[in-house]
C-alpha cells in the first residue's frame, strides 16, 4: 500500500460529503485483520476517484466486551477529534449502503507501513503529534492502539487510525504510546478538552447528536475523564494491570 497514492486529501473542505455521496467501485480485502477491512475506490461526479477503508458491520468479530456495531465508534472517534479541534484522525462517515452492508468509510491516507509509532518515536521531530495522540486515546478510553495505527502522511502529519474499540464506559485504555508518561498537558489543549466536555455534557449540544451511537454511560464516561484529565493535566504512567494492546504493531 505504501506506492498507492490518493487524490482527496483530509483538507478537501468536501471530502465528508465525497465519502458519503461517491460510488463504490473495486474493493480490495485487506488481511490481517481482526474484522472484514477493504480498500475502495470511489467515484465522485465532481471530485473524481478517491480511496477509503470500508468496515462493514456484519464483517465484524463478535467481542466479549464491546457491543456490534464498531463502524459507529470509529465515526465517533472521528467526530470527538473534530470537538476536540484537533484533526490527528482520517474523515471517517457512516455508509448505509455499502456494498457488503452498512459500514464506516475513513479516508485512506497514504502512508509507508514501516513508518510506525515505534519509528516515528525515534528523535523528537513527532513528539507534540504523539503526545496529542496520547491525550486523546486517554480521554477516548481507546482499547488498541497498536504502534501500526499511527501513519504519517506524505505532508509530515501523523494520523490515528482504526478507533472501533473506543469510549467503553470501564477502564480498556491499551496503547502503545507511553512514552510521554509524565508529560505536562498545554493549557491551550485543556481549554479544548473543556470545550469538548461542555459540549457532550449538554444534551441539546450538536455533540449530543454527532455521540449519539454511545450509550448514556459511555457519555458520562466520556465527560468524567476529561474532568479528570483537567484536575491533573499530566499523561498517566502505565498502569499495573494489561495496558498495551496486543500484537503491539
Given at each position: 500500500m505504501a506506492t498507492l497514492s490518493n487524490a482527496w486529501r483530509p483538507d478537501d473542505l468536501w471530502v465528508e460529503d465525497a465519502l458519503r455521496e461517491a460510488t463504490f467501485g473495486e474493493l480490495r480485502f485487506i488481511p490481517y485483520s481482526s474484522n472484514d477491512v477493504y480498500l475502495a475506490r470511489l467515484s465522485h461526479p465532481e471530485h473524481g476517484e478517491g480511496l477509503a477503508v470500508y468496515k462493514p458491520?456484519?464483517?465484524?468479530?463478535?467481542?466479549w466486551d464491546f457491543p456490534g456495531g464498531l463502524d459507529r465508534r470509529e465515526?465517533?472517534?472521528?467526530?470527538?477529534?473534530?470537538?476536540?479541534?484537533?484533526?490527528i484522525v482520517p474523515?471517517?462517515?457512516?455508509?448505509?449502503?455499502?456494498?457488503?452492508?452498512?459500514?464506516?468509510?475513513?479516508?485512506?491516507?497514504?502512508?509507508?507501513?514501516?513508518?510506525h509509532y515505534f519509528e516515528l518515536r525515534e528523535g523528537d521531530a513527532h513528539d507534540e503529534a504523539l503526545v496529542r495522540m496520547a491525550v486523546f486515546d486517554l480521554l477516548a478510553n481507546n482499547?488498541?492502539?497498536?504502534?501500526?495505527?499511527v501513519l504519517?502522511?506524505?505532508?509530515?502529519?501523523?494520523?490515528?487510525?482504526?478507533?472501533?474499540?473506543?469510549?467503553?464506559?470501564?477502564?480498556?485504555?491499551?496503547?502503545?504510546?507511553?512514552?510521554?508518561?509524565?508529560?505536562?498537558?498545554?493549557?491551550?489543549w485543556c481549554e479544548s478538552i473543556a470545550c469538548a466536555r461542555d459540549a457532550v455534557a449538554s444534551e441539546a449540544s450538536e455533540a449530543a447528536a454527532l455521540l449519539a451511537p454511545l450509550s448514556d454511560p459511555e457519555r458520562r464516561a466520556l465527560v468524567a475523564?476529561?474532568?479528570?484529565?483537567?484536575a491533573d493535566p499530566v499523561l498517566p504512567e502505565m498502569y499495573p494491570w494489561r495496558c498495551v494492546p496486543w500484537p503491539m504493531v
Open positions: 458491520r456484519d464483517g465484524e468479530n463478535p467481542l465515526v465517533a472517534a472521528y467526530d470527538f477529534a473534530r470537538l476536540l479541534g484537533w484533526p474523515p471517517t462517515v457512516l455508509r448505509p449502503d455499502g456494498p457488503r452492508g452498512a459500514g464506516s468509510l475513513q479516508l485512506f491516507i497514504e502512508h509507508d507501513p514501516s513508518q482499547a488498541d492502539r497498536k504502534g501500526g495505527h504519517l502522511d506524505p505532508e509530515g502529519r501523523l494520523w490515528g487510525i482504526d478507533n472501533g474499540l473506543c469510549f467503553h464506559e470501564d477502564q480498556k485504555l491499551r496503547t502503545v504510546i507511553w512514552d510521554y508518561a509524565g508529560t505536562r498537558i498545554p493549557e491551550k475523564r476529561c474532568e479528570a484529565l483537567l
